[in-house]
């Protein structure tokens, strides 16, 4: 990924840990340019990973947000950590 503050890598791999243990995928598949679909997750696995996140987290993460746009694995978690630094400092 593209360099990024300490703390905001922390949580890309933070919120990667997540999408391993939910999604049943070994972390080492979790790959920029993977897709959702070459990973293997369906709907309902988006929506552990989701609820999971904003669980660890303590945010809220709206099912028709920028996620829904993200063509691969770095967009989609660029755009979950983008949103939870959002709320944080709004908070």
Known sequence: ?????????????????VIATEGMIPRDKLQDEA???????????LVMILTAIEEKFDVYIP???????AKDLK???EAISDHILKEKTAK
Request: hydrophobic share 40%; proline share 3%.
């Open 1 to 17: 990924m593209t360099s990024v503050p300490n703390d905001q890598q922390a949580m890309i791999d933070e919120i990667l840990d």
């Open 35 to 45: 897709t959702i679909e070459s990973l293997g997750l369906k709907s309902i696995d």
């Open 63 to 69: 099912m028709d947000g920028s996620f829904q746009e």
């Open 75 to 77: 967009g989609l978690v």
